[in-house]
Nanobody
Framework: QVQLVESGGGLVQPGGSLRLSCAAS????????MGWYRQAPGKERELVAV???????NYADSVKGRFTISRDNAKNTVYLQMNSLRPEDTAVYYC??????????????WGQGTQVTVSS
């Protein structure tokens, strides 16, 4: 069993900031990557940012320079610092975990999502 606990979503005015966090626990042997995706109403889920255990990070073009992904490997936690938020950032944000389970099989696990609303 794997658990992902997401927190930090909410309502913020345009130009404001939010910090999302996602903590993984359970039957995890190792983590390959942790990342954030989002899905706005009527749209497909899209990549926001991903951080690999090897140390690389990738961002969607739409959030480059505004969002920063970081990891606390000791806590199996990933953070997403979101600055200069825009109304178009409004979406449900999902944490994604790419990991190896205790049997060394590669698996993917999604969090339940946290709502981010940017509105005045």
């Amino acid at each position: 069993q794997v658990q992902l606990v997401e927190s930090g979503g909410g309502l913020v005015q345009p130009g404001g900031s939010l910090r999302l966090s996602c903590a993984a626990s359970g039957s995890i042997f190792s983590i390959n990557a942790m990342g954030w995706y989002r899905q706005a109403p009527g749209k497909e889920r899209e990549l926001v940012a991903v951080s690999t255990t090897g140390g690389s990070s990738n961002y969607a073009d739409s959030v480059k320079g505004r969002f920063t992904i970081s990891r606390d490997n000791a806590k199996n936690t990933v953070y997403l610092q979101m600055n200069s938020l825009r109304p178009e950032d409004t979406a449900v944000y999902y944490c994604k975990l790419d990991y190896k389970n205790v049997y060394r099989f590669t698996r993917v696990y999604w969090g339940q999502g946290t709502q981010v609303t940017v509105s005045s």
